[in-house]
């Protein structure tokens, strides 16, 4: 089974988190923190900065890691790793996404998670983070 190696951004504003809906793939429509694959000889941290520059038009700050979760999805292993985040400059803008949320405690299960990210849920909330 092909393994990808990926990061996801925890982006986090006024107490609240942002979440996309994928736009495309096998799991279209599905909500998840925005990321992507690790390209050979960048650090997470830079993968996860030129990801959501890619994906959403906007500089991050990485700020800290919060979990690395691994899930088993039936045709592929994805290895994750998350990180909070915040905006330094410019606006979400949905380059790849056909929707996004800004998700607070009392409504981050109001979207239909993959599965890999209701993990990173369950750890946020562990955290204290949402």
């Not at 986090?12 to 050979?40: H, L, M, N, S």
């Not at 959501?52 to 690395?68: N, P, S």
């Not at 929707?99 to 562990?126: F, K, T, Y």
Request: charged letters at 30%; proline letters at 5%; aromatic letters at 10%.
């Amino acid at each position: 089974m092909k393994t990808y190696h990926v990061v996801a951004a925890i982006i986090k504003r006024d107490g609240r988190v942002f979440a996309t809906q994928r736009g495309y793939g096998d799991y279209k429509d599905g909500w998840e923190f925005p990321g992507g694959k690790i390209e050979p000889g960048e650090t997470r941290q830079a993968a996860l900065v030129r990801e959501i520059q890619e994906e959403l038009d906007m500089t991050i700050d990485v700020e800290r890691h919060i979990v690395d979760v691994a899930y088993d999805y039936p045709q592929f292993h994805l290895e994750m790793g998350c990180f909070l985040c915040s905006i330094a400059d410019g606006t979400p803008r949905l380059l790849e996404h056909e929707a996004a949320r800004w998700l607070g405690p009392n409504d981050i299960d109001s979207v239909d998670w993959l599965p890999a990210d209701v993990l990173v849920v369950e750890a946020m909330r562990q955290q204290g983070i949402v």
